[in-house]
Structures are given as C-alpha cells and as structure tokens.
C-alpha cells in the first residue's frame, strides 16, 4: 500500500488481472492498461490481442533484440508466444467488432453512472487522436476501465454524466480505481470493494455520482508490488 | 504477365497534382519509405493522403507534410513519437484532418475494395464523430452509417513478391497492406524480393496479385523506426 492510501497503478492493474479467465482473449488499451498482462494469476494464461494485427504477444523483447516490425498498438517492441497468429486489421476489427474478444481494459478521462466513457479527448484544442478505441468499447464482451478514483486536481473521473468528448455510449460495465472496484448496473455505480482505510463518506465525496450499495463490499485487497 | 517495374520513380511516374493515396503502414512497421521518397521528388501536391497514422519525425508521410505536399490526412491516430510535421501543419490551418475510427478506417477501406458502398458499425455511435451520419437500429442496437473509402493509387511494402503481383508480408507490417492493394486504382508495390511465379506458395499468399498492379524490388528497404530512432531526415 502506498503512503497515501491509494493504490498504484501496479496494484490497480493487478488487481483487474485477477478478473480475467484464463483462455482469454484480451485487449489492452496503450499506456497504463499493458501493466495488466504482468500480473495474471499464477495457471492463468490469456491470450493478448493488438488490433494492429497479432494475438498472443509476449513481453518486451531485451534491448538491442528489438524486430520493429513486431511491435504493438502502441508501437513498443513485443515478441510472439508459440501459438502467435498474425492478420491484417479488417481481421482485427472483426475480432474486435464481432463480438470475440472477452475482454477489453482501457484507461478513462471521465466514465458516467450509465456506463459512457471518455478517453481520447478532453477539450476541442490541439491535435485529436483516436485510435481503435471506440471500436474496442463496443466490441468486446466485457469493457472495464482502470483509473485514478481522481483527476490530479482530485476532481471525480466518476461522474453522473460525462462533460468530456465521449469515446462510446453505455459501454463500461466494470471500473478498478485506485481506491475501489465498481460495477455499473442498471446505470448506476454500484460499489464491490473499496480500501479498508477510506471511509464510505470519504469515497462518496471523491466521486462525482451516488455510490449504490448493493450486496456486501468487500476490502481491496493488493499485494505491494 | 510481369508486373515488375525496373525503378521507383517509374512505378509512381503518373501520380499527378490533387491525387488521394492510400499508403500502408502502422506507425513504422509497413511504412513504404522508398515509395514514399520517391513520390516526395516528384513534387507534386494537393495531396490526400490515407493511412493509420500521419507522419513520424522527419521522414516519410512527415517529409511529404513537410514539403507542403499534403491537403489532406485521412486517419485515425495522428500522433507519434515526433509528430512535428503533421502538428504544426494542423495548428497553423495549413493541413485538412479527416479523423476516423481505426476500425471504421480499416472497414472502409476493405468495402472500398470489396464494392461494398456503406455498411453499420456500432463504432462511434453517440460520439462527435459519427455527427452527420446516418444511424439505423439492428435487433435493438443502433449502428452507424459508414461508406466506402477509395483511392487513386496505393503504395504498399511487402516482403515477397512474385512478378504476378502475389504477396507475403513481414510480421504486423501486414497491417493495412491486403485491405489498402484492393481498394486502390492503381496499386504500386515496393517488396524486398520479387520471385517467378510459383516461388511463393499458393496457400502462403496474402495478397493475391488481381490486386497489385506494379512491383519494384526494394532489397533491404529502410524501417522507418529505425530511421526516426536514427534522427533520420529527407531529403
């Protein structure tokens, strides 16, 4: 745990990692949401997908082995595990569109109570970029996010209604923050576990919408990492 | 038949002013730098360009914004490790940006070579780049309209290459390249060998060759990673 009781984004990710089955077929979104692929439980084996066009990817390749025609959708190097298919990106998006991919986890600016999510733009300056991203949240069975509970400035990134440009509509249904595991049912944030030092009232206050209890909420627990 | 042509400059010789291209490529893997430098030469402008990205340092599609060549950036993602070239075009008005969805660019192009005038995607729907559309519900779901995307000429990179146009690709350089060679007019091919006919397997055939109109040899074509990680600049 770190000083200041929250969770790293490490232990974030791990403990979304601790959600998916094995023989999974999964997508990282580009940045925070790759660390997941690290922490898959011991005799849990996904298989990971880049919709540039490979499934099962391995880990980094060592410095200096770099094939930079190999690499993922965020551009790093990877390397293929034995099993490794590559396509070209019309294949990739009917894997992503056509409903086989099991997962998808991507990072968020904002995500409201019914489900939308923001993360690829936040205002209407600069030069904007969008990726795979909108087809991902409305590809894959199950679409979870991994955040911060907060912005930097502490402002909630849970919030009744996104103010942020939208990335899909009614699409998340689970949310790892760095302070609880939310699902989104019937649009509302229902809350699963928060950290045993932060108060109901305080996790309330630090989220944008009304925290639903529904079931007991157990602690989140992470190892440190 | 032999599609082989003996330089570059021969197989681009008849991309005019104002032409749209496809070219290949995801960030640096696939990227048809020969191809593209050629074209560069050729100084010809009121480019659209269409491809995944939209540029990367000094090089390549940045070398073409750089050169004042391009009207018009047709993609889904125009950032990058050095994205100078197409950011300051853009601040300043001097460059059109048509952002696109990868998996929506992706589709669009593949109906564009398949015939296919517009199809549904769930992609975008409810979002700033789906305004204007058409949307139409499915079993319950709404989709949003999206039409086909075609191309004056597509420059492409494959491995192999047989003088019938057949193609192999290396790793994810495949990328756009199979959806890119049959959505284009005329379909210009840069690959690191070119072989007779029957050197390349049948059932190894990525792209079969109804689809590629010209091929140039480029051994030991140039990565564009590696370039930018050089510091690389053209010309």
Redesign the interface.
């Given at each position: 745990m770190t000083s200041d009781n929250k969770l790293t984004n490490a232990q974030i990710a791990w403990r979304a990692a601790q959600d998916i089955e094995d023989g999974a077929y999964v997508n990282l979104g580009i940045g925070f949401p790759e660390m997941v692929a690290q922490y898959q439980p011991p005799g849990r084996q996904a298989v990971f997908h880049t919709e540039n066009g490979i499934l099962d990817f391995g880990e980094a390749p060592a410095e200096g082995e770099e094939d930079w025609d190999l690499i993922n959708a965020g551009k790093k190097a990877v390397t293929l595990n034995p099993g490794a298919a590559f396509f070209h990106h019309a294949d990739s998006f009917a894997m992503v569109r056509g409903g086989h991919l099991d997962v998808a986890i991507l990072g968020a600016y904002q995500i409201a109570q019914n489900g939308d999510l923001a993360n690829w733009r936040i205002g209407s300056r600069g030069v904007p970029a969008v990726g795979g991203a909108m087809d991902l949240v409305h590809g894959a069975k199950r679409v979870a996010v991994i955040t911060d509970h907060t912005t930097k400035n502490g402002d909630p990134k849970l919030v009744e209604r996104c103010t942020f440009p939208l990335t899909g509509v009614g699409c998340v249904t689970r949310v790892y923050t760095s302070l609880a595991v939310l699902d989104i049912e019937n649009s509302r944030f229902v809350l699963r576990e928060k950290l045993p030092a932060i108060s109901m009232e305080d996790l309330q206050a630090l989220t944008g919408a009304e925290l639903v209890l529904e079931g007991p909420v157990e602690e989140l627990r992470v190892p440190d990492l | 038949m032999d599609k082989t042509i003996a330089s570059l400059s021969a197989a681009i010789s008849d991309i005019g002013d104002g032409a749209t291209i496809m070219i290949g490529g995801?960030?640096?893997?696939?990227a048809p730098i020969e191809l593209i430098h050629a074209l560069a030469e050729r100084r010809i402008g009121d480019l659209t360009i269409i491809n995944?990205n939209a540029g990367n340092g000094r090089i390549g599609i940045a070398a073409l914004i750089d050169a004042g060549l391009v009207r018009k950036m047709v993609c889904?993602?125009?950032?990058?490790?050095d994205?100078r070239a197409?950011?300051e075009s853009?601040?300043a008005g001097d460059i059109e940006?048509e952002?696109?969805?990868?998996?929506?660019?992706?589709?669009r192009?593949?109906a564009g070579g398949a015939g296919i005038p517009a199809f549904y995607?769930?992609?975008?729907?409810?979002?700033?780049?789906a305004e204007g559309k058409p949307v139409e519900e499915f079993d319950g779901r709404p989709y949003v309209r999206e039409r086909w995307l075609k191309a004056d000429f597509a420059l492409i990179k494959a491995e192999t290459g047989d003088t019938h146009g057949n193609l192999t690709?290396?790793?994810?350089?495949?990328?756009?390249?199979?959806?890119m060679c049959a959505a284009a007019q005329t379909t210009v091919v840069q690959a690191s060998t070119i072989v007779e006919p029957g050197g390349i397997d049948p059932e190894h055939v990525?792209t079969p060759g109804i689809f590629v109109d010209r091929l140039v040899e480029v051994t030991n074509p140039q990565?564009?990673?590696?370039l930018i990680r050089a510091g690389a600049t053209f010309p």
């Open positions: - | 995801f960030g640096g893997a696939g995944n889904s993602f125009p950032r990058s490790s994205p197409f950011t853009y601040l940006l952002l696109i969805p990868q998996g929506t660019l992706a589709e192009i593949r995607t769930p992609t975008a729907y409810g979002t700033e780049l690709y290396r790793k994810a350089a495949r990328n756009f390249g199979p959806l990525i990565q564009e990673e590696a």
